[in-house]
């Protein structure tokens, strides 16, 4: 059975640092997107990053590129969203999902949800200003 396993949020002054963990079991890695995904109060869910398992491809939002980093640690089944200079507009529940897909994408497919077959549960992360 796959299972997601999101960690790592909190509360966090404007401008901090947050590290989020996505520990994914019940499958391996091979030809799989990690994405994580946010939602805001009233406001739809957006993707935020995604990494591709073989490619190592990465895909990231506007709003976050300079400031977040994704990486991967395979060995670990454990997918990391590393979010510096964190805004208040960063707030919201923050969710991991896998994919399957062998052949390249575009950022917004890979940051689509229609992408993702399973889901984590949620971490919150709120940004005070």
């Known amino acids: 059975e796959v299972q997601l396993q999101a960690s790592g949020g909190g509360l966090v002054q404007a401008g901090g640092s947050l590290r989020l963990a996505c520990a994914a079991s019940g499958f391996t890695f091979d030809d799989y997107g990690i994405g994580w995904f946010r939602q805001a109060p009233g406001k739809e869910r957006e993707g935020v990053s995604c990494i591709h398992s073989t490619t190592g491809s990465l895909y990231y939002a506007d709003s976050v590129k300079g400031r977040f980093t994704i990486s991967s640690d395979n060995a670990q089944n454990t997918v990391y969203l590393q979010m510096n200079n964190l805004k208040p507009e960063d707030t919201g529940v923050y969710y991991c999902?896998?994919?399957?897909?062998?052949?390249?994408?575009?950022?917004?497919?890979?940051?689509?949800?229609?992408?993702?077959?399973?889901w984590g549960q949620g971490t919150q992360v709120t940004v005070s200003s």
């Open positions: 999902a896998t994919g399957w897909w062998e052949h390249p994408i575009t950022t917004t497919q890979a940051l689509g949800a229609s992408m993702y077959s399973h």
